[in-house]
Protein backbone atom coordinates (compact mmCIF):
# COMPACT_ATOMS: atom_id res chain seq x y z
CA UNK A 1 0.00 0.00 0.00
CA UNK A 2 1.18 3.81 -1.17
CA UNK A 3 2.27 5.24 2.28
CA UNK A 4 1.03 8.67 1.29
CA UNK A 5 -2.04 7.71 0.35
CA UNK A 6 -2.15 5.80 3.79
CA UNK A 7 -1.23 8.74 5.39
CA UNK A 8 -3.68 10.87 3.28
CA UNK A 9 -6.35 8.47 4.58
CA UNK A 10 -5.66 8.78 8.31
CA UNK A 11 -5.66 12.31 7.99
CA UNK A 12 -8.93 12.72 6.67
CA UNK A 13 -10.25 10.38 9.07
CA UNK A 14 -9.14 12.35 12.01
CA UNK A 15 -10.84 15.62 10.76
CA UNK A 16 -13.81 13.67 9.91
CA UNK A 17 -13.76 12.20 13.56
CA UNK A 18 -12.79 15.55 14.68
CA UNK A 19 -15.68 17.20 13.58
CA UNK A 20 -18.39 14.30 14.24
CA UNK A 21 -16.97 15.37 18.41
CA UNK A 22 -17.04 18.85 17.89
CA UNK A 23 -20.77 18.73 16.64
CA UNK A 24 -21.72 16.36 19.02
CA UNK A 25 -20.08 18.71 22.44
CA UNK A 26 -21.40 22.46 20.51
CA UNK A 27 -24.81 21.20 20.97
CA UNK A 28 -24.45 20.94 24.88
CA UNK A 29 -23.97 24.94 25.56
CA UNK A 30 -27.04 25.66 22.37
CA UNK A 31 -29.51 23.35 24.92
CA UNK A 32 -30.88 26.19 27.08
CA UNK A 33 -31.25 28.54 24.14
CA UNK A 34 -33.40 25.60 22.71
CA UNK A 35 -35.45 24.91 25.22
CA UNK A 36 -36.19 28.90 25.57
CA UNK A 37 -36.78 29.30 21.72
CA UNK A 38 -39.10 26.35 21.68
CA UNK A 39 -41.01 26.97 24.45
CA UNK A 40 -40.63 23.10 25.75
CA UNK A 41 -39.04 21.56 28.90
CA UNK A 42 -36.21 20.29 29.74
CA UNK A 43 -37.26 16.59 29.83
CA UNK A 44 -38.01 17.01 25.75
CA UNK A 45 -34.58 19.08 24.96
CA UNK A 46 -32.94 16.10 26.67
CA UNK A 47 -33.78 14.17 23.64
CA UNK A 48 -31.61 16.28 21.41
CA UNK A 49 -28.67 14.20 23.06
CA UNK A 50 -30.23 11.02 23.69
CA UNK A 51 -31.70 10.30 20.01
CA UNK A 52 -28.15 10.59 18.76
CA UNK A 53 -27.14 8.36 20.95
CA UNK A 54 -29.41 5.75 20.42
CA UNK A 55 -29.32 5.31 17.01
CA UNK A 56 -25.78 5.72 16.83
CA UNK A 57 -25.04 2.83 19.34
CA UNK A 58 -27.44 0.72 16.92
CA UNK A 59 -25.84 1.80 13.96
CA UNK A 60 -22.12 0.94 15.04
CA UNK A 61 -22.44 -2.88 14.61
CA UNK A 62 -25.05 -2.46 11.70
CA UNK A 63 -22.85 -0.50 9.43
CA UNK A 64 -19.65 -1.99 10.71
CA UNK A 65 -21.17 -5.22 9.45
CA UNK A 66 -22.25 -3.73 6.36
CA UNK A 67 -18.69 -2.37 5.88
CA UNK A 68 -17.13 -6.03 6.22
CA UNK A 69 -19.92 -7.05 3.43
CA UNK A 70 -19.82 -4.12 0.77
CA UNK A 71 -16.46 -2.03 1.48
CA UNK A 72 -15.86 0.23 4.54
CA UNK A 73 -15.20 3.03 2.66
CA UNK A 74 -18.71 3.11 0.80
CA UNK A 75 -20.34 2.38 4.11
CA UNK A 76 -18.20 5.16 5.59
CA UNK A 77 -18.96 7.67 2.83
CA UNK A 78 -22.49 6.80 3.11
CA UNK A 79 -22.53 7.53 7.31
CA UNK A 80 -21.06 10.73 6.90
CA UNK A 81 -23.52 11.73 3.83
CA UNK A 82 -26.47 10.73 6.43
CA UNK A 83 -24.60 12.59 9.01
CA UNK A 84 -24.46 16.10 6.69
CA UNK A 85 -27.47 16.10 5.34
CA UNK A 86 -28.94 15.75 9.29
CA UNK A 87 -26.74 18.66 10.24
CA UNK A 88 -28.29 20.70 7.69
CA UNK A 89 -31.21 19.58 8.43
CA UNK A 90 -31.08 20.52 12.21
CA UNK A 91 -30.03 24.55 11.77
CA UNK A 92 -33.24 24.81 9.66
CA UNK A 93 -35.63 23.45 12.50
CA UNK A 94 -38.63 24.86 12.71
CA UNK A 95 -39.66 23.31 16.07
CA UNK A 96 -38.21 20.81 18.63
CA UNK A 97 -39.85 17.95 17.10
CA UNK A 98 -37.67 17.64 13.63
CA UNK A 99 -34.76 18.82 15.76
CA UNK A 100 -34.98 15.73 17.77
CA UNK A 101 -35.55 13.89 14.39
CA UNK A 102 -32.49 15.42 12.74
CA UNK A 103 -30.02 14.42 15.52
CA UNK A 104 -31.52 11.18 15.36
CA UNK A 105 -30.23 10.66 11.61
CA UNK A 106 -27.08 12.64 12.90
CA UNK A 107 -26.65 9.33 15.04
CA UNK A 108 -25.59 7.42 11.75
CA UNK A 109 -22.38 9.41 11.81
CA UNK A 110 -21.81 7.88 14.91
CA UNK A 111 -20.62 4.56 13.24
CA UNK A 112 -17.38 6.34 11.77
CA UNK A 113 -15.68 5.93 14.67
CA UNK A 114 -15.38 2.41 14.34
CA UNK A 115 -15.51 1.87 10.36
CA UNK A 116 -12.73 4.56 11.17
CA UNK A 117 -10.81 2.18 13.51
CA UNK A 118 -11.63 -0.78 10.94
CA UNK A 119 -10.11 1.01 8.09
CA UNK A 120 -6.61 2.00 9.11
CA UNK A 121 -6.26 -1.64 10.70
CA UNK A 122 -7.04 -2.97 7.45
CA UNK A 123 -4.50 -0.51 5.94
CA UNK A 124 -1.32 0.02 8.18
CA UNK A 125 1.09 -2.80 8.90
CA UNK A 126 0.05 -4.31 12.54
CA UNK A 127 2.99 -2.58 14.04
CA UNK A 128 1.77 0.88 13.39
CA UNK A 129 -1.67 0.07 14.23
CA UNK A 130 -1.94 0.92 17.32
CA UNK A 131 -0.40 4.33 16.96
CA UNK A 132 -2.74 5.28 14.19
CA UNK A 133 -5.62 4.24 16.14
CA UNK A 134 -4.22 6.31 19.30
CA UNK A 135 -4.12 9.56 16.70
CA UNK A 136 -7.87 8.66 15.98
CA UNK A 137 -8.66 8.46 19.64
CA UNK A 138 -7.38 11.55 20.50
CA UNK A 139 -9.88 13.36 17.98
CA UNK A 140 -12.65 12.32 21.32
CA UNK A 141 -10.60 14.71 22.82
CA UNK A 142 -9.55 17.43 20.39
CA UNK A 143 -13.56 17.38 19.53
CA UNK A 144 -15.28 18.07 22.69
CA UNK A 145 -12.77 20.88 23.68
CA UNK A 146 -13.13 22.88 20.11
CA UNK A 147 -16.97 22.05 20.72
CA UNK A 148 -17.10 23.66 24.00
CA UNK A 149 -14.96 26.60 23.22
CA UNK A 150 -15.92 27.71 19.37
CA UNK A 151 -19.59 26.49 20.07
CA UNK A 152 -19.64 28.11 23.09
CA UNK A 153 -18.98 31.40 21.42
CA UNK A 154 -21.03 30.79 18.06
CA UNK A 155 -24.19 29.80 19.98
CA UNK A 156 -24.06 33.27 22.66
CA UNK A 157 -23.07 35.22 19.28
CA UNK A 158 -24.79 34.25 16.48
CA UNK A 159 -27.43 31.89 18.23
CA UNK A 160 -27.67 28.22 17.92
CA UNK A 161 -28.69 27.52 14.50
CA UNK A 162 -25.34 29.08 13.07
CA UNK A 163 -23.39 26.42 14.91
CA UNK A 164 -25.26 23.58 12.70
CA UNK A 165 -24.33 26.00 9.68
CA UNK A 166 -20.94 26.23 9.98
CA UNK A 167 -20.37 22.68 10.92
CA UNK A 168 -22.45 21.55 7.83
CA UNK A 169 -20.19 23.52 5.68
CA UNK A 170 -17.09 22.20 6.88
CA UNK A 171 -18.51 18.52 6.68
CA UNK A 172 -19.58 19.05 2.99
CA UNK A 173 -15.74 19.84 2.34
CA UNK A 174 -14.77 16.65 4.70
CA UNK A 175 -17.12 14.23 2.58
CA UNK A 176 -15.14 15.32 -0.67
CA UNK A 177 -12.07 15.25 0.59
CA UNK A 178 -13.36 11.59 1.98
CA UNK A 179 -14.43 10.62 -1.49
CA UNK A 180 -11.13 11.31 -3.03
CA UNK A 181 -8.65 10.80 -0.83
CA UNK A 182 -9.85 7.60 1.78
CA UNK A 183 -8.26 3.81 0.28
CA UNK A 184 -10.99 2.01 -0.67
CA UNK A 185 -11.25 -0.99 1.26
CA UNK A 186 -12.51 -3.93 -0.29
CA UNK A 187 -15.29 -6.36 1.30
CA UNK A 188 -14.06 -9.16 3.41
CA UNK A 189 -16.93 -11.36 3.16
CA UNK A 190 -20.03 -12.76 0.82
CA UNK A 191 -22.52 -13.44 3.58
CA UNK A 192 -25.53 -12.14 3.48
CA UNK A 193 -26.83 -8.81 6.19
CA UNK A 194 -28.74 -10.91 9.24
CA UNK A 195 -31.38 -8.73 9.27
CA UNK A 196 -33.40 -10.86 11.85
CA UNK A 197 -30.41 -10.80 13.95
CA UNK A 198 -30.04 -6.82 13.74
CA UNK A 199 -33.68 -6.23 14.30
CA UNK A 200 -33.80 -8.41 17.88
CA UNK A 201 -30.13 -6.77 18.50
CA UNK A 202 -32.04 -3.45 18.14
CA UNK A 203 -34.90 -4.83 20.43
CA UNK A 204 -32.55 -5.36 23.11
CA UNK A 205 -30.75 -2.18 23.35
CA UNK A 206 -32.71 0.83 22.00
CA UNK A 207 -35.03 0.35 25.26
CA UNK A 208 -32.16 -0.21 27.50
CA UNK A 209 -30.86 3.04 26.23
CA UNK A 210 -34.10 4.51 26.57
CA UNK A 211 -34.26 3.40 30.12
CA UNK A 212 -31.43 4.79 30.90
CA UNK A 213 -31.63 8.31 29.18
CA UNK A 214 -35.09 8.29 30.62
CA UNK A 215 -34.57 7.90 34.37
CA UNK A 216 -33.16 10.98 35.81
CA UNK A 217 -36.31 12.58 34.16
CA UNK A 218 -39.58 10.25 33.98
CA UNK A 219 -38.62 8.17 37.23
CA UNK A 220 -36.83 4.58 37.31
CA UNK A 221 -40.01 2.31 38.65
CA UNK A 222 -42.61 3.56 35.98
CA UNK A 223 -44.88 1.12 33.98
CA UNK A 224 -43.47 3.30 30.58
CA UNK A 225 -40.12 2.81 32.06
CA UNK A 226 -40.25 -1.19 33.26
CA UNK A 227 -42.41 -1.86 30.16
CA UNK A 228 -38.51 -0.91 28.44
CA UNK A 229 -36.81 -3.19 30.39
CA UNK A 230 -39.13 -6.13 30.05
CA UNK A 231 -38.44 -5.40 25.87
CA UNK A 232 -34.76 -5.44 26.28
CA UNK A 233 -34.92 -8.54 28.49
CA UNK A 234 -37.48 -10.51 26.01
CA UNK A 235 -35.20 -10.18 22.94
CA UNK A 236 -31.70 -10.47 24.31
CA UNK A 237 -31.99 -14.15 24.28
CA UNK A 238 -34.00 -14.57 21.57
CA UNK A 239 -31.33 -12.16 19.52
CA UNK A 240 -28.98 -15.02 20.82
CA UNK A 241 -30.89 -17.79 19.93
CA UNK A 242 -31.09 -16.31 16.45
CA UNK A 243 -27.66 -15.99 16.03
CA UNK A 244 -27.12 -19.12 17.17
CA UNK A 245 -29.04 -20.94 14.70
CA UNK A 246 -28.25 -19.12 11.28
CA UNK A 247 -25.55 -19.92 9.11
CA UNK A 248 -24.50 -16.33 8.42
CA UNK A 249 -25.07 -14.26 12.11
CA UNK A 250 -24.55 -10.72 12.12
CA UNK A 251 -21.66 -11.77 14.77
CA UNK A 252 -20.22 -15.29 14.99
CA UNK A 253 -20.93 -15.64 19.24
CA UNK A 254 -17.71 -18.18 19.58
CA UNK A 255 -15.36 -14.48 18.88
CA UNK A 256 -16.64 -13.27 21.94
CA UNK A 257 -14.83 -16.11 24.01
CA UNK A 258 -11.66 -14.82 22.62
CA UNK A 259 -10.14 -13.62 25.80
CA UNK A 260 -9.05 -10.15 24.18
CA UNK A 261 -12.33 -9.79 22.77
CA UNK A 262 -14.10 -10.76 26.12
CA UNK A 263 -11.81 -8.25 28.50
CA UNK A 264 -11.63 -5.57 25.72
CA UNK A 265 -16.13 -5.41 25.72
CA UNK A 266 -16.10 -5.49 29.71
CA UNK A 267 -13.31 -3.19 30.42
CA UNK A 268 -14.98 -1.13 27.59
CA UNK A 269 -17.99 -1.21 29.21
CA UNK A 270 -17.05 -0.78 32.80
CA UNK A 271 -14.15 2.05 32.17
CA UNK A 272 -16.81 3.93 29.75
CA UNK A 273 -19.11 3.84 32.63
CA UNK A 274 -16.16 5.55 35.34
CA UNK A 275 -15.37 7.76 32.57
CA UNK A 276 -18.96 9.18 32.06
CA UNK A 277 -19.30 9.62 35.45
CA UNK A 278 -16.76 11.56 36.06
CA UNK A 279 -17.25 14.19 33.16
CA UNK A 280 -21.51 14.36 34.00
CA UNK A 281 -20.12 15.18 37.70
CA UNK A 282 -17.44 17.81 36.71
CA UNK A 283 -19.85 19.92 34.40
CA UNK A 284 -22.10 20.50 37.21
CA UNK A 285 -19.45 20.60 39.58
CA UNK A 286 -17.83 23.54 37.46
CA UNK A 287 -20.90 25.59 36.69
CA UNK A 288 -22.34 25.13 40.72
CA UNK A 289 -21.85 28.88 42.27
CA UNK A 290 -19.37 28.96 45.14
CA UNK A 291 -18.60 27.60 47.59
CA UNK A 292 -20.37 24.22 46.39
CA UNK A 293 -18.76 24.70 43.20
CA UNK A 294 -16.20 26.59 41.34
CA UNK A 295 -19.36 28.79 39.90
CA UNK A 296 -17.24 29.09 36.72
CA UNK A 297 -19.31 29.73 32.91
CA UNK A 298 -19.63 27.23 30.15
CA UNK A 299 -17.30 28.95 28.08
CA UNK A 300 -14.67 29.07 30.99
CA UNK A 301 -15.39 25.22 31.82
CA UNK A 302 -14.50 25.00 28.13
CA UNK A 303 -11.01 26.40 28.63
CA UNK A 304 -10.84 24.39 31.63
CA UNK A 305 -10.47 21.32 29.61
CA UNK A 306 -8.50 22.67 26.57
CA UNK A 307 -5.18 21.51 28.45
CA UNK A 308 -7.27 18.27 29.04
CA UNK A 309 -7.45 17.74 25.59
CA UNK A 310 -3.90 18.62 24.66
CA UNK A 311 -2.68 16.24 27.08
CA UNK A 312 -4.72 13.46 25.83
CA UNK A 313 -3.95 15.02 21.97
CA UNK A 314 -0.61 14.08 22.90
CA UNK A 315 -0.46 11.17 25.16
CA UNK A 316 -2.52 9.27 22.36
CA UNK A 317 -0.15 8.19 19.79
CA UNK A 318 2.73 7.69 22.61
CA UNK A 319 0.29 5.19 23.90
CA UNK A 320 0.08 3.47 20.15
CA UNK A 321 3.40 3.34 20.37
CA UNK A 322 3.88 1.97 23.19
CA UNK A 323 1.27 -1.34 22.84
CA UNK A 324 3.90 -2.93 19.91
CA UNK A 325 6.92 -2.92 22.75
CA UNK A 326 4.81 -3.50 25.87
CA UNK A 327 1.67 -5.04 24.71
CA UNK A 328 -1.78 -3.86 25.48
CA UNK A 329 -1.66 -5.63 29.14
CA UNK A 330 0.52 -3.07 31.00
CA UNK A 331 -0.98 -0.16 29.78
CA UNK A 332 -4.31 -1.69 30.66
CA UNK A 333 -2.87 -1.90 34.54
CA UNK A 334 -1.14 1.23 34.71
CA UNK A 335 -3.86 3.43 32.85
CA UNK A 336 -6.72 1.64 36.14
CA UNK A 337 -3.96 2.49 38.46
CA UNK A 338 -3.27 6.32 37.24
CA UNK A 339 -7.10 6.48 36.78
CA UNK A 340 -7.87 5.18 40.67
CA UNK A 341 -5.14 8.28 41.62
CA UNK A 342 -6.96 10.98 39.67
CA UNK A 343 -10.06 9.99 40.90
CA UNK A 344 -8.64 10.04 44.73
CA UNK A 345 -7.25 13.32 43.67
CA UNK A 346 -10.73 14.51 42.31
CA UNK A 347 -12.14 13.36 45.59
CA UNK A 348 -10.23 15.42 48.22
CA UNK A 349 -8.39 18.06 46.15
CA UNK A 350 -10.79 20.21 43.72
CA UNK A 351 -11.20 23.59 45.43
CA UNK A 352 -9.76 25.47 42.72
CA UNK A 353 -9.47 25.50 38.77
CA UNK A 354 -5.91 24.65 38.80
CA UNK A 355 -6.04 21.45 41.14
CA UNK A 356 -9.11 20.42 38.74
CA UNK A 357 -7.25 20.56 35.79
CA UNK A 358 -4.22 18.80 36.93
CA UNK A 359 -6.57 15.89 38.62
CA UNK A 360 -8.42 15.53 35.21
CA UNK A 361 -5.05 15.74 33.35
CA UNK A 362 -4.04 13.08 35.26
CA UNK A 363 -7.08 10.91 34.81
CA UNK A 364 -7.12 11.59 31.55
CA UNK A 365 -3.43 10.07 30.76
CA UNK A 366 -5.09 7.19 32.59
CA UNK A 367 -8.16 6.85 30.60
CA UNK A 368 -5.92 7.15 27.52
CA UNK A 369 -3.98 4.33 28.62
CA UNK A 370 -7.34 1.82 28.84
CA UNK A 371 -9.21 3.31 25.72
CA UNK A 372 -6.36 2.37 22.80
CA UNK A 373 -5.57 -0.66 24.22
CA UNK A 374 -8.85 -1.91 24.45
CA UNK A 375 -9.84 -0.32 20.75
CA UNK A 376 -6.11 -2.13 19.43
CA UNK A 377 -7.26 -5.26 21.04
CA UNK A 378 -10.41 -6.06 19.46
CA UNK A 379 -9.14 -4.79 16.26
CA UNK A 380 -6.14 -7.49 15.99
CA UNK A 381 -8.57 -10.10 17.74
CA UNK A 382 -10.72 -10.23 15.07
CA UNK A 383 -10.79 -12.01 11.56
CA UNK A 384 -10.62 -9.61 8.83
CA UNK A 385 -14.41 -10.50 7.81
CA UNK A 386 -15.14 -9.93 10.94
CA UNK A 387 -13.49 -6.57 12.34
CA UNK A 388 -15.96 -4.02 10.95
CA UNK A 389 -19.06 -5.58 12.96
CA UNK A 390 -16.58 -6.75 16.35
CA UNK A 391 -15.74 -2.82 17.13
CA UNK A 392 -18.83 -1.90 16.07
CA UNK A 393 -19.99 -4.22 18.31
CA UNK A 394 -17.27 -2.73 21.12
CA UNK A 395 -18.24 0.42 20.59
CA UNK A 396 -21.86 -0.46 21.02
CA UNK A 397 -20.96 -2.07 24.48
CA UNK A 398 -18.84 0.86 25.52
CA UNK A 399 -21.87 3.16 24.66
CA UNK A 400 -23.76 1.51 26.93
CA UNK A 401 -21.44 1.92 29.89
CA UNK A 402 -21.48 5.62 28.99
CA UNK A 403 -25.08 5.67 29.47
CA UNK A 404 -24.62 4.12 32.83
CA UNK A 405 -21.85 6.42 34.03
CA UNK A 406 -24.36 9.40 34.03
CA UNK A 407 -27.12 7.20 35.91
CA UNK A 408 -25.17 6.88 38.63
CA UNK A 409 -23.55 10.66 38.98
CA UNK A 410 -27.42 11.82 38.88
CA UNK A 411 -28.42 9.23 41.53
CA UNK A 412 -25.62 10.45 43.71
CA UNK A 413 -26.18 14.44 43.05
CA UNK A 414 -30.35 13.92 43.16
CA UNK A 415 -30.22 11.80 47.08
CA UNK A 416 -27.23 14.35 48.68
CA UNK A 417 -28.29 17.73 48.20
CA UNK A 418 -28.25 21.08 49.92
CA UNK A 419 -30.29 24.46 49.79
CA UNK A 420 -28.50 27.45 48.01
CA UNK A 421 -29.65 30.34 50.85
CA UNK A 422 -29.16 34.18 51.15
CA UNK A 423 -29.30 36.49 54.32
CA UNK A 424 -32.41 39.02 53.00
CA UNK A 425 -33.16 41.62 55.48
CA UNK A 426 -31.69 39.61 58.19
CA UNK A 427 -34.10 36.37 57.02
CA UNK A 428 -32.30 33.27 55.55
CA UNK A 429 -33.86 32.42 52.17
CA UNK A 430 -33.68 29.10 50.62
CA UNK A 431 -33.02 30.12 47.14
CA UNK A 432 -32.30 26.48 45.40
CA UNK A 433 -31.30 22.81 45.49
CA UNK A 434 -27.61 21.69 44.58
CA UNK A 435 -25.85 18.32 44.97
CA UNK A 436 -23.39 18.54 48.08
CA UNK A 437 -20.35 17.88 49.26
CA UNK A 438 -21.40 14.24 50.17
CA UNK A 439 -22.72 14.02 46.54
CA UNK A 440 -19.48 14.37 44.73
CA UNK A 441 -17.79 12.66 47.24
CA UNK A 442 -19.84 9.37 46.86
CA UNK A 443 -19.30 9.92 43.02
CA UNK A 444 -15.88 9.75 42.72
CA UNK A 445 -15.34 6.70 45.58
CA UNK A 446 -18.12 5.16 42.96
CA UNK A 447 -15.39 5.90 40.62
CA UNK A 448 -12.22 4.92 42.64
CA UNK A 449 -14.19 1.28 42.83
CA UNK A 450 -15.53 0.99 39.08
CA UNK A 451 -11.57 1.42 37.69
CA UNK A 452 -10.42 -1.11 40.30
CA UNK A 453 -12.88 -3.33 38.76
CA UNK A 454 -11.48 -2.71 35.90
CA UNK A 455 -8.05 -3.13 37.07
CA UNK A 456 -9.25 -6.81 38.11
CA UNK A 457 -10.74 -7.28 34.33
CA UNK A 458 -7.07 -5.94 33.08
CA UNK A 459 -5.61 -8.82 34.91
CA UNK A 460 -7.13 -11.29 32.35
CA UNK A 461 -5.54 -9.49 29.37
CA UNK A 462 -3.84 -12.21 27.24
CA UNK A 463 -0.82 -9.52 26.31
CA UNK A 464 1.17 -10.14 22.95
CA UNK A 465 3.77 -7.61 21.26
CA UNK A 466 4.22 -6.67 17.16
CA UNK A 467 7.21 -6.93 15.41
CA UNK A 468 7.39 -5.30 12.63
CA UNK A 469 6.37 -7.01 9.29
CA UNK A 470 3.88 -8.98 10.96
CA UNK A 471 -0.04 -7.85 9.36
CA UNK A 472 -3.57 -7.03 11.06
Known amino acids: MDSKATMRTLVTLTLMLTLVNYVETMVIPALPKIETQFSTTATTVAWITS ?38 LAGFSPNIYFLIFARAI ?85 EKIDYLGATFLMLTVVPLLLYLSNGPNVGWASISQ ?3 IVVSVIAFPIFLWAERRTNE ?24 AGMFLMFTGLVYYLQLPQPYGLGLSIIES ?23 TTGPKPLLITGSVISIFGYLLLDTFRYTVYEVVLDVMITAVGLVN ?18 GIGIGMNTLIRTIGSSIGPV ?26 V ?38
Do not use: C
Open 51 to 88: AYLIVGAIASPLFGKLGDRYGKKKVYLLSIGFYSLAVL
Open 106 to 190: QGLGYATFPLAIAIITDLFPRERVAWAQGILSATLAAGPALGLLIGSYIVQDLGWPYAFHTAFLLSIILVIISAKYIVEIPEKTK
Open 226 to 228: LSL
Open 249 to 272: PLMRLDLFRVRNIMVANIAGLISG
Open 302 to 324: GLLMAPVALVMMIVGPIVGRLIN
Open 370 to 387: IMIPLVNMVAVSLPEEQR
Open 408 to 433: ISTVFMDTYTTWIIYDYNNQIVPVAQ
Open 435 to 472: PSYSAFHYMYTAAVGIMFLNLIVALFTRNYVIKAGQHA
